[in-house]
């Protein structure tokens, strides 16, 4: 793979609409394929957009203030 086929850590959360850190736990896992590009850990694009396609969408909804 050549280095346009990577997105840094930053770019895949923003693309996943996580956070860097559960970046790092999806690639420590093994669910998100990640190599090190020019002293960096960047994601595998084809990997996160494949995550993106599988991943449940049914989280819990945000809590709402105005119930209190």
């Known amino acids: ?3 346009s086929e990577y997105l840094s850590m930053g770019d895949a959360a923003c693309l996943l609409g ?3 850190a559960r ?3 999806l690639a420590a896992s093994g ?3 990640c190599d090190i590009v020019g002293a960096r850990k960047m994601v ?3 990997s996160a957009v494949a995550y993106q ?3 449940k969408r049914g989280r ?3 809590w709402d203030a105005s119930l209190r």
């Open 31 to 33: 669910t998100l394929a």
């Open 18 to 20: 996580v956070t860097k």
């Open 60 to 62: 819990r909804p945000a």
């Open 23 to 25: 970046i790092s736990q």
């Open 1 to 3: 793979m050549n280095a």
């Open 44 to 46: 595998e694009y084809d």
């Open 53 to 55: 396609k599988v991943r």
